[in-house]
């Protein structure tokens, strides 16, 4: 079982994401199961720009006020995922698309306010179950999981990618986990890939101040993961970094 993440700039560019999409599509034909999870801040941010909404960050979160999350719940369970569906579906794979709150794929609690700043419907996942994406695999379906969670009282909330990602693997008990993104991996403080870390070094590494912006919830996701039994994680479109537990 291997859970892929997309995310970053590559989801912007149909070139990249092609290029991407027919390497998933290669493993798959070879008889891998795979799960395609996904992000999509850019389209997110655009959806909100046309509907006149500011963005507003804090701590590297999305602040989502009531009218965010609607924003963000058709960007990525509607666009985004019917995006990646389609494009499956073109390369001759049969792919369905769902959402993190079906099937209690992703669930979450709301996050604490930071700072004192509310950041309203965001989640800090919790945990998750695998049933409904292992029943997808069973019938021959490759599963594309956007991240909106299931919150308190049937709430939805907005999660981060890349924790949804791990969280999904690790339902999964997935052997490998992937981040395929607009980064070649992590870099060190000359600006070269580290090609290989163990647990502790990812935890040397969050401590540093080489480590910032996207990548520092990506190793806190990947050391998360790797600590509930994720074999290996990789960063990266191709080579880039890989983690592992010891």
Same mark, same amino acid.
């Given at each position: 079982?291997?859970?892929?993440?997309?995310?970053?700039?590559?989801?912007?560019?149909?070139?990249?994401?092609?290029?991407?999409?027919?390497?998933?599509?290669?493993?798959?034909?070879?008889?891998?199961?795979?799960?395609?999870?996904?992000?999509?801040?850019?389209?997110? #941010? +655009?959806?909100? =720009?046309?509907?006149?909404? $500011?963005?507003?960050?804090?701590?590297?979160?999305? &602040? /989502? %006020?009531?009218?965010?999350?609607?924003?963000?719940?058709?960007?990525?369970?509607?666009?985004?995922?019917?995006?990646?569906?389609?494009?499956?579906?073109?390369?001759?794979?049969?792919?369905?698309?769902?959402?993190?709150?079906?099937?209690?794929?992703?669930?979450?609690?709301?996050?604490?306010?930071?700072?004192?700043?509310?950041?309203?419907?965001?989640?800090?996942?919790?945990?998750?179950?695998?049933?409904?994406?292992?029943?997808?695999?069973?019938?021959?379906?490759?599963?594309?999981?956007?991240?909106?969670?299931?919150?308190?009282?049937?709430?939805?909330?907005?999660?981060?990618? #890349? +924790?949804?990602? =791990?969280?999904?693997?690790? $339902?999964?008990?997935?052997?490998?986990?992937?981040? &395929? /993104? %607009?980064?070649?991996?992590?870099?060190?403080?000359?600006?070269?890939?580290?090609?290989?870390?163990?647990?502790?070094?990812?935890?040397?590494?969050?401590?540093?101040?080489?480590?910032?912006?996207?990548?520092?919830?990506?190793?806190?996701?990947?050391?998360?993961?790797?600590?509930?039994?994720?074999?290996?994680?990789?960063?990266?479109?191709?080579?880039?970094?890989?983690?592992?537990?010891?």
């Amino acid at each position: 079982m291997n859970v892929i993440k997309l995310g970053g700039s590559l989801l912007d560019d149909p070139l990249r994401r092609a290029r991407a999409l027919s390497l998933i599509v290669s493993r798959w034909n070879a008889g891998e199961d795979i799960v395609l999870v996904h992000g999509g801040g850019k389209h997110i #941010d +655009a959806a909100l =720009a046309k509907a006149g909404i $500011a963005k507003k960050t804090y701590a590297g979160l999305r &602040i /989502t %006020d009531d009218a965010t999350l609607q924003i963000v719940v058709s960007v990525l369970g509607g666009q985004v995922n019917k995006m990646l569906v389609a494009e499956l579906s073109a390369m001759g794979v049969r792919a369905a698309g769902i959402s993190g709150c079906d099937g209690g794929t992703l669930v979450a609690e709301r996050h604490e306010a930071i700072d004192g700043v509310d950041l309203g419907n965001v989640g800090r996942v919790t945990g998750g179950s695998g049933l409904l994406v292992k029943a997808m695999l069973n019938y021959g379906v490759m599963p594309v999981v956007s991240t909106i969670a299931l919150g308190p009282n049937g709430s939805l909330l907005n999660v981060n990618a #890349d +924790a949804g990602a =791990a969280a999904v693997a690790v $339902a999964l008990g997935a052997s490998t986990l992937h981040f &395929i /993104t %607009d980064v070649p991996g992590l870099l060190d403080d000359d600006g070269h890939v580290v090609p290989h870390l163990d647990a502790k070094g990812v935890e040397t590494m969050l401590g540093s101040p080489v480590v910032t912006g996207g990548m520092k919830p990506k190793l806190q996701a990947a050391l998360g993961a790797l600590q509930a039994g994720i074999g290996k994680i990789s960063i990266g479109e191709e080579g880039g970094t890989t983690l592992v537990a010891a």
